[in-house]
């Protein structure tokens, strides 16, 4: 295989993530498309890692920051989802807009 | 087509429909377990890049604890099983808008990787890559290493913080 079939591969889940969160209306799901579009970086770091100018395992140590910094943003993000979900009763994001008026 | 291509094939392909098919589905629990189907064949690939032990990180944390929470998450709020309601924030023009800006994202990006190679065929990596990650974390990366455990804990505290009841409120009901 070829680097640049893993790039490709990783920027259409990158794209497919992208698009969910900029449209999708649930903040359950734009966090998940968030977590898919991480997932994708984390694809070029190891691809990179085998396939770089320099392999080494580095890239692998870099995805793995990348997956722990993930998870610690997947709780804070539920963590004020649920906040959200108690003020307003609602987890629409076109709801949340105190600051719009 | 040697055993990889094909291998790397199927697995791009689950990987593709399953988060096409996050986008389609209407139900929300579908919609994560949907994805889990992508964080799978994520790892299949972390094994044809030979990263094992990323791979297996992959399903632990991603298949296992943020779908868990996630699944948490959904349950613990309400969510109207209505298939007619809006799924999306806007209407037909933002979902175009969103769709042509991350086509040409996609677009620019794709010129750029479309003949990328530097030549690499990937027997420098070692074998045992868990072993070299321990030596690289544990001398190397040692302050970055440290550094995530404080995150993990700030974003545990905080969590905590953002969803506990706050005196205030709790008053109000």
């Known amino acids: 295989m070829t680097l640049s079939a893993y790039l490709a591969l990783s920027l259409i889940l990158f794209c497919i993530g992208l698009y969910g969160a900029l449209t999708k209306r649930n903040t359950v799901i734009v966090l998940i498309c968030i977590e898919l579009m991480l ?60 600051l719009k008026h | 087509m040697s055993g990889t291509d094909i291998a790397f094939f199927l697995l791009a392909l689950a990987a593709i429909a399953g988060a096409v098919m996050m986008l389609q589905l209407t139900n929300v629990v579908h919609m994560v377990l949907s994805l889990v189907m992508t964080f799978l064949a994520i790892a299949g690939l972390y094994v044809l890049l030979s990263a094992e ?33 809006r799924q999306t924030t806007g209407g037909v023009g933002h979902k175009a808008a969103a769709a042509f800006a991350v086509l040409a994202f996609g677009l620019a990006v794709y010129a750029g990787i479309r003949t990328l190679d530097f030549g690499a065929d990937g027997s420098a990596l070692p074998a045992d890559n868990a072993k070299a990650i321990g030596q690289w974390l544990y001398s190397y990366y040692t302050i970055p290493f440290e550094i995530v455990s404080v995150l993990l804990l700030v974003a545990l505290i905080g969590a905590i913080v953002l969803a506990k009841k706050d005196g205030k409120g709790a008053e109000d009901e």
């Open chain 1, 39 to 98: 997932n994708a970086v984390n694809i070029n770091f190891v691809a990179f890692a085998k396939y770089g100018p320099h392999p080494s395992v580095h890239g692998h140590v870099f995805a793995l920051f990348a997956i722990a910094v993930a998870a610690a943003e997947a709780a804070v993000g539920l963590a004020a989802l649920i906040a959200f979900y108690r003020n307003r009763k609602t987890v629409r994001v076109d709801e949340a807009n105190s």
């Open chain 2, 53 to 85: 032990f990323v791979a297996v990180v992959q399903v632990l944390i991603y298949s296992g604890a943020i779908t868990i929470i996630m699944l948490f998450a959904i349950m613990l709020t309400r969510h109207h099983a209505d298939d007619k309601e």
